[in-house]
């Protein structure tokens, strides 16, 4: 089963619509869902904090700032 990883933060409201995204695509296939929240003064702050939300598949790189739940189950079926 592949693994999906959310990365956001607090008070993100595009990180809110993303995970509602997530979880409806979840209910018509299986994968893990994994949120990772960055804060400041970690490493993956200073890396995704201005391209949040962030959405990993098996750890690589599929969408940031908005995600299609049409095109991850499409990249998610791949």
Excluded: W
Aim: proline content about 3%; aromatic content about 8%; hydrophobic content about 35%.
């Amino acid at each position: 089963m592949k693994t999906v990883t959310l990365i956001s933060k607090d008070d993100c409201h595009l990180c809110a619509v993303a995970k509602e995204v997530l979880r409806k695509a979840q209910k018509k296939t299986s994968f893990n869902l994994r949120e990772q929240k960055i804060t400041p003064g970690e490493a993956d702050f200073e890396v995704y904090h201005e391209r949040i939300p962030v959405i990993l598949i098996e750890g690589e790189f599929a969408f940031q700032y908005r995600v299609s739940e049409r095109q991850l189950l499409e990249r998610l079926k791949s």
